[in-house]
T-cell receptor, first 113, second 110 residues
Framework: NAGVTQTPKFQVLKTGQSMTLQCAQD?????MSWYRQDPGMGLRLIHY???????DQGEVPNGYNVSRSTTEDFPLRLLSAAPSQTSVYFC????????????FGSGTRLTVV | DAKTTQPNSMESNEEEPVHLPCNHS???????IHWYRQLPSQGPEYVIH???SNVNNRMASLAIAEDRKSSTLILHRATLRDAAVYYC???????????FGKGTRLHILP
């Protein structure tokens, strides 16, 4: 059972560079979300999706883009990296409805210098 | 999103029960109570959820007050591996996302 797979696990970017964090799930879950977690802080929701072709903004969407062309994949794009985007990024997925919990990936640790 | 209030941190001794409280005085009738925990250097993991009745699973028990304005996550016999941040979250039946608060950092003393 692969669950939620995030790649890469670690990444260092220079200010102004762009990159895509990958997230894939093999559980046929409808819902997918991206969070960021700064050191010593809680998780903040960046973007989420309730199905292929549907995305919406979370609490801190600025500087990030997402798309959901398939049920399995939900990539997060950083358009022009800034030091303030240094964080650990978590992807999560869930079946539709409130009766099941979200499954989280192991995270991508991103440093922007 | 409805708000929850949890203590910043708690301590417990190994092999003893732990009761983690959560207040949610503005809970609505369509809110489910979810608990997650985050072990050090890992992503969060789902623990348990409930609506009105107490719930048990292999990880923990969830006790919900009769007026639903508070709940308690119960770890029956804490181990060192239970040291984590525990998050109490309200999730509306119509909602498709979860918003995390600050949670309770649980320290287990050997």
């Amino acid at each position: 059972n692969a669950g939620v797979t995030q790649t890469p696990k670690f990444q260092v970017l220079k200010t102004g560079q762009s990159m895509t964090l990958q997230c894939a799930q093999d559980m046929n879950h409808e819902y997918m979300s991206w969070y960021r977690q700064d050191p010593g802080m809680g998780l903040r929701l960046i973007h989420y999706s309730v199905g292929a072709g549907i995305t919406d903004q979370g609490e801190v969407p600025n500087g990030y883009n997402v798309s959901r062309s398939t049920t399995e994949d939900f990539p997060l794009r950083l358009l022009s990296a800034a030091p303030s985007q240094t964080s650990v990024y978590f992807c999560a997925s869930s079946p539709a409805g409130p009766l099941r919990g979200y499954t989280f990936g192991s995270g991508t640790r991103l440093t922007v210098v | 999103d409805a708000k929850t209030t949890q203590p910043n941190s708690m301590e417990s001794n190994e092999e003893e029960p732990v009761h983690l409280p959560c207040n949610h005085s503005t809970i609505s009738g369509t809110d489910y109570i979810h608990w997650y925990r985050q072990l050090p250097s890992q992503g969060p993991e789902y623990v348990i959820h409930g609506l009105t009745s107490n719930v048990n699973n292999r990880m923990a028990s969830l006790a919900i007050a009769e007026d639903r304005k508070s709940s308690t996550l119960i770890l029956h016999r804490a181990t060192l591996r239970d040291a984590a941040v525990y998050y109490c979250i309200l999730r509306d039946v119509r909602d498709d996302k979860i918003i995390f608060g600050k949670g309770t950092r649980l320290h287990i003393l050997p």
